[in-house]
């Protein structure tokens, strides 16, 4: 107990940053401040709330603007144009002063009201928490598709979420910096910060009603499956590509050998004709692919040892004298 | 002790749930490096221990400023935890070892013996190994035999993690992934002279044993690449190119062989189909490790300024240095 409670001391002298980042927006953000507000008065910690206006053609801006006149504590950041969330919450990160960040997207709308239950659990001895959104208020099509990449992108990562990508994000501005989110990687943050060995856990938050996301295109799908798959490689394999590409290339080689000797026995043995079977160019290119796979293997190979002296890959939560 | 003060040699023992082992190799290492009547320091790495390793070395490093401790936030491999003790550590030599107790620190003076002599890498040679034969002695030897022809160093037991490293050489060696198992090779890319010192081997008192089988595949794929960064590392077309030109070749001699049945026997093109067919995909396959070796050596070249400069061999200096 005793622990638990040096613990919350501890987090308390790191101050807390709001982060929200914001995309036409104008029709909700007062009422966004106001229930930030509300629910960090609550807490009754001071806190700096940083608005980052991701390149909005509506009224945003202004709006912020206004806001941050009547409030000391409200910093408005406006981007040159739409650069994405990740760009969003780094640049949050460089205009903010506290070491307990809490990053809200205004892509999914969810309860701030509920903020201070993550940040208790922060000070639990947590290094990020992440929402679940509970009950889920959007279109049945999108429930479905998220839930699927939920379970692959855990299945792939281990690590055990339900909503990896439910827009709240409390955690340590340490934690930030080490995990690399640019680009889209952003949408894996939990998944990176669990590779890294920090403790990750889920809060459930309501997700508000009426304002989803218009329903996104095929292409879209495609593309966040595909980073996964690179979150997945990387993590698993960035430094020994090989063990991967070799892998995957040693069992199309086998197969396309394996069908090459059986047809070359076949032949041999005057059991008939082999030249129009399909089999056979499928043997070949197997052995194709497979060759090419381990060649590539060793390309990465090269690449991660050229520049292995710029990456570590560990991770030192405590050095001791 | 401040983190900038060098001292004569730093000991470094990668810990994965070695509970039990720790109390009695912390007494047994601190017991020989008093012998020396050197400075020293022993860094002790946790790699993510799940069994109160942790717990225990904290208590310990709170007791002897000489025992250093990094902790990982999970477990990140032998690799990681040495490449991570080699970062922190100061000593001009640097020893290594295994956690379980099967290394006899009792050894190390003998290492560092052979280091005074000039050797830059000291690896132990466990001759009476107290493994099982079957599961760990046999693989151990067939993958050392590989790993000595492959490589090119020759040591009768690289597998032996009780190892002695000057200090220029850990700074130089990029050790990542799996390739603790390498190190003697990876410092000869280095341009290191190695020798080995025969070592005492206990049998394993606590725990189980972390190796398998199963790591053969890998551990073949990391010697196929370390093959490719000793050998190759300078100009990797010369390794690329000569499998492309080599298909080449062979698709040469099979489009010979298809020309001589046609004008001379006078087969018919689609008899010849299944031969066709072979000399397009080789001639492809050609090309393409020839544009993978230009790929490979764009890499080379962009990381040549700063990494790819191999001192030739590195020269002992004896200054003030009086033996072990």
Known sequence: MADKESNKKAAESLGISLIVSLYNFAESVESLYDSVVAAMGEIGESFELVFVDDGSTDSTYEKLVTIAQKDTRV?????????????????????????????????????????????????????????????????????????????LACRLSKVKLHDINSGIVVTYRTVL??????GDFYNFIPVLAGQQGYRVSEEKIEQLPGSFR???????????????VTVFFLSRYSKKPI??????????????????????????????????????????????????????????????????????????????? | MSSEEKVFISVIVPFCDERESIPLLYESVKRVLEGLGKSYEMIFVDDGSTDGTREILKDLSRRDSSLRVILFRRNFGQSAAMAAGFKVSRGEVVVTMDGDLQNDPDDIPRLLGKVEEGYDV????????????????????????????????????????????????????????????FIPALAR?????????????????????????????????DLSSLNLFLKYLRNPLRFFGKIGVGFHFLGLLAACWVAYRMFVNKVSLIDLNVLVTSIFLLWVMGFQFLFIGLVASLIVRTGEKRRITLAPFLLYRNEGRDGG
């Not at chain 1, 329903?215 to 996964?228: F, G, I, N, T």
């Not at chain 2, 008192?205 to 398998?212: A, E, L």
């Open chain 1, 75 to 151: 910093r408005v950041v406006k981007m040159r144009s739409r650069f994405g969330e990740a760009s969003a919450l780094d640049a949050g990160l460089r205009y903010s002063k506290g070491q307990r960040i809490v990053y809200l997207s205004g892509r999914v709308r969810v309860n701030p009201r509920e903020i201070p239950k993550f940040i208790e659990v922060l000070a639990d001895g947590k290094d990020l928490v992440v929402g679940w959104r509970f009950p889920r208020r959007d279109s049945f099509l999108n429930r479905w598709i998220s839930w699927v990449f939920n379970v």
């Open chain 2, 122 to 181: 000291v690896s132990g040679w466990r001759k009476d190994r107290k493994d099982k034969l079957i599961l760990r002695r046999v693989p151990s030897i067939i993958a050392n035999r590989l790993i000595c022809s492959v490589t090119d160093v020759h040591l009768h037991d690289t597998g032996c993690s009780l190892k002695a490293f000057r200090r220029e050489v850990i700074e130089k060696i990029r050790l990542y992934g799996e390739l603790h198992r």
């Open chain 2, 189 to 221: 890319v280095e341009g290191a002279r190695i020798s080995e010192v025969v070592v005492t081997h206990h049998p394993r008192r606590f725990g189980k044993s972390k190796y398998n089988l199963s790591r053969t595949f890998r551990v073949l794929m």
């Open chain 1, 243 to 321: 063990h991967f590409l070799g892998f995957v290339g040693t069992v199309f080689m086998l197969g396309g050998l394996g069908i090459e000797i059986y047809l070359f026995i076949y032949r041999i043995l005057q059991m008939g004709p082999i030249a129009g079977r399909p089999l056979l160019i499928l043997g070949a290119l197997l052995l194709v692919i497979g060759i090419q796979m381990i060649s590539i293997g060793l390309l990465g190979e090269m690449i991660i040892f050229t520049h292995a002296g710029e990456i570590e890959e560990y991770n030192i939560e405590e050095i001791i004298n």
């Open chain 1, 214 to 228: 218009k329903s996104r295109y095929p292409k879209e799908y495609l593309q966040r499956l595909l980073d996964m």
């Open chain 1, 177 to 182: 910096e080490k995990i690399s989110f640019y």
